[in-house]
């Protein structure tokens, strides 16, 4: 069973950075699509990114187009979310999921994704 770990949130000024990783245990990491999702208070999970088994194709939420990069290294079994020019917008709990269904065509829909890891919080405020 494939296992995901969160980590590098935080919290940052508006217009900082922060580099996420998503780090994959338990089963072949290179047959998944990958994405990031993420979840405000009070609101429902949204897609942020996602990246093909390959890592050759991506896609991005139009809110983040520009200043957010979705990468993947297969030998460390970690896909990582840049994020630069942050804004309090971005602020919300942070997740990695991957989907065996769409490896090729990545998608923002949570629900073709099967595995989830625990989430990791990301602040912007000044």
């Known amino acids: 069973q494939l296992q995901l770990v969160e980590s590098g949130g935080g919290s940052v000024q508006p217009g900082g950075s922060l580099r996420l990783s998503c780090t994959a245990s338990?089963?072949?990491?290179?047959?998944?699509?990958i994405g990031w999702f993420r979840q405000a208070p009070g609101k429902e999970r949204e897609g942020v990114a996602c990246?093909?088994?390959?890592?050759?194709?991506?896609s991005y939420a139009d809110s983040v187009k520009g200043r957010f990069t979705i990468s993947r290294d297969s030998a460390k079994n970690t896909v990582y979310l840049q994020m630069n020019s942050l804004k309090p917008e971005d602020a919300a709990d942070y997740y990695c999921?991957?989907?065996?269904?769409?490896?090729?065509?990545?998608?923002?829909?949570?629900?073709?994704?099967?595995?989830w890891g625990q989430g990791t919080q990301v602040t912007v405020s000044s």
């Open positions: 338990g089963s072949p990491f290179k047959y998944y699509g």
């Open positions: 999921a991957a989907d065996p269904i769409h490896p090729i065509i990545p998608t923002l829909d949570p629900l073709s994704y099967d595995y």
């Open positions: 990246i093909s088994s390959s890592g050759g194709t991506t």
